[in-house]
């Protein structure tokens, strides 16, 4: 019983951890953007990476947050081009998730790395 709850929370490595390597960010660059408007922990943002279900609330903060640290990460110049993620992108399990979405930010890498997987 314990372990069938278990795989219930548990879902593996997200896009969102993919996605965050593209860009540079680690934990705690994440934390440091939400800053005191989203409170956000190192604790919540290795959860969500690896993959433990988390609530709509939380994913959608941690979508807002990552929004904001990549804006930080790319020229003035190009943040028109920028496509705002949204949970449902990040996150296996959130309604919605389409498992061959391709990220449209791909030529906004940072040095334009690409990943055939994004």
């Known amino acids: ?8 929370r548990e ?12 860009w540079g960010l680690g934990n705690h660059d994440m934390v440091l953007t939400g800053g005191t408007s989203e409170q956000l922990t190192h604790k919540q943002v290795q959860r969500a990476r690896n993959g433990r279900k988390l609530t709509l609330g939380m994913m959608q903060k941690i979508m807002r947050v990552l ?5 930080k990460k790319i020229s003035p110049e190009r943040t028109e081009e920028f496509h705002p993620y949204l949970h449902r992108e990040l996150f296996s399990y959130a309604k919605g998730y389409d498992a061959t979405w391709k990220d449209p930010n791909r ?11 994004l």
Request: proline fraction near 3%.
């Open 107 to 117: 030529t906004l890498y940072p040095e334009n790395k690409e990943d055939d997987q």
């Open 67 to 71: 929004n904001e640290a990549v804006r």
């Open 1 to 8: 019983m314990v372990e069938e709850e278990q795989t219930k």
């Open 11 to 22: 879902y593996g490595t997200q896009r969102l951890d993919a996605i965050m390597r593209r």
